[in-house]
C-alpha cells in the first residue's frame, strides 16, 4: 500500500527536475513543496495529507492522480500556489457573511 508522500511525490513528478523541493513545516495536516522554476509562475503546492488518505484507498485513484497531475501541470504558468483539495472560496465567503449577520439579526430580534 502506498503511504501518503508517495501518493504526493507522484502528483509533483509531473514537474521538471530540480524545480520541486518538500517543505518541512510544522503543518502535520499537509504535505508542502516549494517550487522553483523561472518558466512557471507556481511558487506553492499544499497537499491535505487527508486527502490523500482517501486517494490511496479510492479503486479509481490512477484515473484521479493522473487527473491532479494534469491539473497541475496546467496551474503551473497561471497561479502562484496549488492547492488539493482546492477550498471552496464561495462557500467560505458565503459561511463568513452569514456569520456576520447572525449577531445583527439577534439584536434586531431582541429589540422587537
Given at each position: 500500500m502506498k503511504n501518503e508522500m508517495n501518493v504526493a511525490e507522484e502528483i509533483v513528478s509531473v514537474l521538471p527536475d530540480g524545480t520541486v523541493a518538500r517543505v518541512c513545516s510544522d503543518?502535520?495536516?499537509?504535505?508542502?513543496?516549494?517550487?522553483?522554476s523561472a518558466g512557471h509562475r507556481l511558487r506553492e503546492i499544499v497537499l491535505r495529507r487527508s486527502s490523500l488518505r482517501k486517494l490511496i484507498e479510492d479503486p479509481a485513484r490512477s484515473v484521479k492522480i493522473e487527473y491532479l497531475q494534469r491539473d497541475l501541470l496546467r496551474c503551473a504558468s497561471r497561479r502562484s500556489s496549488y492547492e488539493?483539495?482546492?477550498p471552496n472560496r464561495i462557500l467560505a465567503a458565503v459561511r463568513a457573511s452569514a456569520d456576520r449577520r447572525v449577531p445583527s439579526m439577534l439584536a434586531i430580534a431582541s429589540v422587537s
Open positions: 503543518d502535520r495536516d499537509a504535505i508542502r513543496y516549494a517550487v522553483r488539493y483539495p482546492r
